[in-house]
């Protein structure tokens, strides 16, 4: 094993870390367990969740850029250009996204102010991305994650975020067809997870009968 990946273990462990608390903190179980535990707390869970996420990945953020190791490779010439591009084009992407999402919802303040109980899910619903992608974020992440100057933290990281991003959607989908049945299951028999594939989206009309569909 080489020295400057030697060098990253730890970096390499607190990201194993922290995707598992993440995904473990995600499960329907451990929500269900938190409500019986603390009444009525459903309402600020999201809220906590993401709280505790971004404070969680500060010290590995920090980890990693605080001890980058050598520079392995880096995008010149033309190569730059396409990567620049690249980047900007999951940054228009994410943006464009946004609208298809209950922010509010996402964030937990939705729930807060509306003192919402049981798991808080909203109905199914295919956004205008999502009728290409299943995880339009995951795929424009992994774009941002791969397209930066790769110093060795930052080719552990963006090995790490690919993983979690395989491993979570799997978790995440399991989570999905739990809430919304065969719906769910239709519509990732349809669409890709993260790069798009011709032939296999779906119309306008296709996705509001998805929607639709008996659980």
Known sequence: MPDWLIAQLPLAAAWIGYAAL??????????????????????????????????????????????????????????????????????????????DYDIPAFLGLRQMREHAHGTGEPPFHIGALHRHLRHPWYAFGLVLAWTQTMTAAWLVSSVAITLYFVLGSRLEEAKLIALYGESYRRYRAQVPAFLPVPGRSLSAEAAAALENFPP
């Not at 903190?25 to 459903?42: D, F, N, Q, W, Y």
């Not at 906590?48 to 995008?75: D, E, M, R």
């Open 22 to 99: 993440h995904s473990l903190l995600a499960a329907l179980g451990v929500k269900h367990v938190v409500e019986c535990r603390l009444p009525g707390s459903t309402r600020w869970y999201r809220m906590a969740y993401n709280l505790i996420a971004l404070i969680l990945l500060a010290p590995v953020l920090a980890l990693a850029y605080t001890t980058p190791g050598p520079v392995l490779w880096q995008w010149s010439g033309a190569g730059a250009w396409v990567a620049r591009a690249l980047m900007l084009a999951a940054a228009i992407g994410f943006a464009v996204s946004l609208r």
